[in-house]
């Protein structure tokens, strides 16, 4: 499989969703700079962690409006698997392709730490290899994670079974204990946790690799039409 | 600002053959300031040892760089590191202040061409509960934390370990030294040199304003009631163009293009143009008006003294600026030819065509003063060297439990979680080891090779004998090092003392450098750079001693052995022996502060020959696999490390006997001892024995509770969870305001 790692101005957790999936994972993987227009043959993206165009104003209130982004936005539409981490999560939200915002955490301080967290929902492409409930140790590292949204739209969220992680001690003040949602049609995943840091043994936890894994076997399910975003999935 | 003594503009006047202007004046006036120039401590570190097999870059670039063998690519890899201090901006503005000290030795480090990949910070404070400073304290603690925070985080380095410490002293004077490490190949490695006349003299990186001016001659006075009116000299950071001018720097290096490269740090572009000149010979011209400047009509002076954060200079071959333009365009950051390099070795600065100075660049880089200035005095002394009649005579059946409360929530030996965890430690995936360990530990990736990291610095111990207490730091830093299975190879130093032209605190700078000097040598860690800030008093109240110490370590790749008890019914060893200790030695420890809440005598006794074989056995024993944890035992004495040992959940049923006085026997400093835990004790017992050291075995591990017996009687008795959760919150307790 081929992931796409796009490199924000910023960006500085592309090169280890690079490294976990080449090297930890053996897949291959390409770096897609802010201002390409399009993605190439990807099957997948990631959107890193990092402080994209520096994060001044609302975190990823700038990548939203960056030319790789409207790319994104189209591979989305088409149903192609989109991952945002940390700061990634924060781009999809700014840009729409997930509901809330994400705010500075509760006690107002960066925090990073491993932090354990529950697989909500085995139906998407990124926890279908995960079992639900299945709890995961991997860290956070962020000053804004802290998941907010109206009312409405976390019952919609919790109908439409579209939490795919909560933490089991909350670290930002996130509301429900969001820790990762998707979208309605499931192929963009957000999460603030970092699976990347969590893809190798020797760094304390290989959890996060879980995430990785089931973007393959969900990508190896495929028709290689539907991969590259054709196809709606889950249509 | 400091200006120039009248001897110095002599020697300006002697260099130059006629008066210096203004702007001559203000460029000679930083250049040859302490904090530029080490025109008061060069003599002596000149002692240091600074060479072994290993040191491929020493003193004098702008980071030190060691050789670490064979990468997966079959290529020579390396690591650059140095230490920084930024003391006086840290106290005037401790959020910028800090930030701007992490993004300096960020430059310094990937200027060589190394890309960063660790940072660790040394911190010093007044006490938070002080009864007039406390309040300010925690502002500044909170500022230097949230500012180092702010830039690593942002920046993408992991901050992956340090030290904080609380001493009245510091209350004016907090220190904050960064170290920064990267990583690099043999033939990745770049200099501050402008060879080639003709070449192209490139600025890049942010626009130059008027922060920071003079803030290279600030740091070299010492502060007075009027420092507060210098916020304006401190300089602002952006580490978002720090990240691009990382990225920037490195790619434009591999285009081949680059002939050297020198960050703007302290003193701006005068620093970097006369000793990229100095160091390779030449002469350098340049015309200010082409230097992009965010603010109008700022004056030569100004341009050229202007610490602005996130500039470089480099030098290009000509013919090739448009190579190095291209990438600087991709990174959308300012690159402009504002010079060229020149064969007649004088710093020529023009504005607009017009030579408002003409200074040679070796006289002005390398021929500042030298002074040696007296230090026949004795080290000034806080304390007195006899231990007071109440220890002495003290009774023995004291609460020992308290004791040990007191210590595990004293500031200086609590957990510093509500520190660390505000930085990103894991960040670029490397981190093995992170903070809250002995030592820090990141993997090279590209190689089988990860590298241990030590920082640590004890004013305590070198306010009683700044000899004793450099080499028991160089001793510690070894320790920690060799107590995660890391040979040590080589260290950086960050000496912060008084003002040196009071012979009571040139003596104890001198007997320092000359303790470090002998220590370095004997553990074959040379010195590949460093750092001296002087001047550190306010309203003529010197800080302690304090040197700042980093060495770097080499080991294999693997998962590290952690401080925590793994198992439950092992036996717990004490690699070195339970040491000894008189009422002297007893008075710079922990327990003497904490407790006692009083300071005398001298540091603990070190045998360094000891030493360096308990710390040959301990590499030993945790490289075979033999010890399921390891921790050395430092400050807080034997008991402070058995409670962090049993901070996992795991504790241990503790024995020991000594002739010693129960309190000394639990909380004496001695060094070169190392508490182990481990399935194989007779193995240990071996290792130890080969190599002459003692290996005591003093108890054994069992479920949630920590029972220290000394001669039979029981004097620390505690579940783990309890004494833990002081550990654990003592410093946001202390953080917290007072009234709500």
């Not at chain 2, 009509?297 to 610490?307: A, D, G, K, R, V």
């Not at chain 2, 003063?369 to 059946?397: I, K, Q, T, W």
Request: include cysteine; hydrophobic fraction near 40%; charge should be negative.
């Amino acid at each position: 499989m081929r992931y796409g790692v796009v490199v924000f101005p910023g960006s500085n957790c592309d090169h280890d969703a690079w490294y976990a999936v080449s090297k930890n994972l053996g897949q291959s993987a390409e770096f897609i700079w802010h201002d390409s227009s399009a993605l190439g043959d990807v099957d997948a993206v990631i959107l890193p962690g990092g402080f994209s165009y520096g994060d001044y104003l609302r975190c990823g209130a700038i990548a939203k409006f960056s030319p790789v982004m409207k790319a994104v936005r189209e591979f989305a539409a088409r149903g192609g698997l989109v991952l945002g981490i940390c700061n990634g999560f924060q781009v999809l939200v700014e840009s729409g392709l997930l509901p809330g915002a994400l705010l500075r955490n509760r006690d107002l301080k960066f925090v990073c730490r491993p932090v354990t967290i529950r697989v909500e929902t085995v139906n998407t492409p990124f926890t279908c290899r995960a079992s639900l409930g299945q709890t995961l140790t991997v860290p956070v590292a962020h000053g804004e994670g802290c998941y907010f949204a109206d009312e409405a739209t976390l019952a919609a969220l919790r109908r439409e079974d579209r939490v795919v992680f909560r933490y089991m001690d909350n670290p930002n003040g996130s509301l429900d204990d969001i820790a990762g949602i998707c979208s309605e049609r499931r192929n963009v995943l957000g999460m603030m946790p970092h699976p990347e840091r969590a893809a190798d043994h020797l760094l304390g936890s290989a959890d996060g690799r879980v995430v990785f894994e089931s973007m393959l076997q969900f990508l190896a399910a495929q028709p290689r039409a539907a991969v590259s975003g054709r196809t709606p999935v889950h249509a | 600002m400091s200006d120039l003594t009248a001897s110095e503009l002599e020697k300006v006047r002697a260099i130059l053959k006629r008066e210096p202007n203004e702007t001559e004046a203000g460029i000679f006036t930083v250049m040859w300031s302490e904090h530029c120039s080490y025109k008061s401590s060069r003599l002596h570190l000149k002692k240091l040892p600074t060479k072994s097999q290993r040191v491929l870059v020493g003193p004098g670039e702008n980071a030190g760089i060691i050789d670490i063998g064979d990468g997966a690519d079959g290529k020579r890899w390396a690591i650059a590191f140095k230490i920084e201090s930024h003391n006086h901006p840290s106290f005037i503005e401790p959020f910028q202040g800090a930030a701007t000290g992490v993004g300096g030795i960020l430059r310094d480090i990937f200027t060589m061409g190394a890309r960063p990949i660790a940072v660790m910070d040394s911190l010093r404070f007044g006490p938070l509960d002080d009864p007039s400073a406390g309040d300010r304290n925690k502002r500044i603690l909170e500022g230097v934390v949230s500012g180092i925070s702010h830039y690593g985080n942002c920046f993408g380095v992991p901050t992956v370990g340090g030290e904080c410490v609380f001493e009245p002293c510091y209350n004016g004077n907090p220190l904050v030294n960064v170290f920064a490490l990267g990583v690099f190949r043999h033939d990745e490695i770049f200099f501050g040199r402008a060879t080639g006349v003709g070449n192209p003299v490139i600025y890049v990186g942010a626009k130059t304003g008027r922060d920071g001016i003079h803030g290279a001659s600030m740091a070299s006075a010492e502060f007075t009631q009027d420092s507060m009116q210098k916020r304006p000299n401190v300089q602002v950071g952006d580490p978002f163009m720090e990240k691009l001018l990382l990225e920037a720097c490195l790619e434009a290096m591999h285009t081949g293009a680059i002939v050297g490269i020198q960050d703007m740090g302290a003193a701006g572009l005068t620093c970097s143009t006369c000793e990229m000149g100095s160091r390779a010979g030449t002469g350098i011209e340049i015309d200010l008006a082409l230097v992009p400047q965010r603010e109008t009509s700022m004056t030569p002076t100004e341009i050229m003294l202007s610490e602005s954060q996130e500039r470089m200079l480099l030098v290009a071959e000509a013919g090739r600026e448009q190579e190095v333009f291209a990438v600087f365009k991709k990174w959308g950051l300012d690159a402009v030819a504002i010079g060229r390099v020149t064969g007649d070795g004088l710093l020529r600065v023009k504005n607009r065509g017009v030579v408002v100075a003409e200074i040679p660049n070796r006289e002005l880089a390398d021929e500042a003063p030298l002074y040696d200035r007296p230090h026949g005095a004795a080290p000034y002394r806080p304390a007195p060297v006899e231990a007071p009649e109440s220890f002495v005579h003290r009774a023995v059946c004291g609460d020992f439990n308290a004791d040990l409360v007191t210590l595990l929530g004293s500031g200086d030996l609590c957990s510093k979680r509500w520190i660390w965890q505000q930085y990103d430690y894991m960040v670029r995936t490397n981190t093995l080891a992170g903070p809250g360990g002995d030592a820090a530990i990141v993997r090279i990736k590209e190689t089988d090779t990860s590298i241990a990291m030590s920082l640590d610095g004890n004013g305590r111990y070198c306010a009683l004998s700044p000899r004793e207490g450099a080499r028991l730091l160089v001793a510690e830093c070894c320790r920690n090092l060799s107590t995660v299975g890391a040979t040590p190879v080589a260290a950086t130093n960050n000496l912060n003392f008084g003002n040196p032209e009071r012979p009571e605190i040139m003596a104890q700078l001198v007997e320092t450098i000359e303790g470090l000097a002998e220590a370095c040598r004997f553990f074959e860690t040379p010195i590949t750079g460093g750092n001296v800030s002087l001047y550190n008093e306010t309203l003529g109240e010197a800080i302690w001693p304090t040197p700042v110490l980093g060495i770097v370590g080499l080991m294999k790749t693997a998962p590290p052995v952690t401080i925590p008890f793994k198992n439950e019914g092992r036996t717990v060893t004490l690699i070195g022996g339970l040491g000894t200790c008189d009422d002297v030695r007893f008075g710079g420890t922990q327990y003497a502060k904490s407790v006692l809440k009083t300071l005398w005598g001298l540091p603990p006794a070190l045998d360094m020959a000891y030493e360096k074989r308990v710390q040959a056995v301990i590499r030993q024993i945790v490289t075979q696999g033999h010890a399921e944890s390891a921790h050395d035992v430092s400050g807080g004495g034997l008991a402070v490390t058995l409670a962090e040992c049993s901070f996992g959940g795991i504790g241990a049923a503790i024995e020991i006997t000594s002739s010693l006085r129960s309190d000394v026997a639990l909380f004496h400093e001695g060094p070169s001892r190392i508490v182990v835990s481990t399935a194989a004790p007779e193995m240990v017992e071996r290792i130890a024995r080969d190599h002459g050291v003692e290996a005591t075995r003093i108890g054994v591990t069992m479920k949630e509770r920590l029972r220290i017996d000394h001669n039979a009687v029981t004097c620390i008795d505690f579940p783990v969870d309890r004494i833990q959760a002081v550990f654990e919150q003592a410093l946001e307790d202390q953080l917290a305001p007072q009234h709500a």
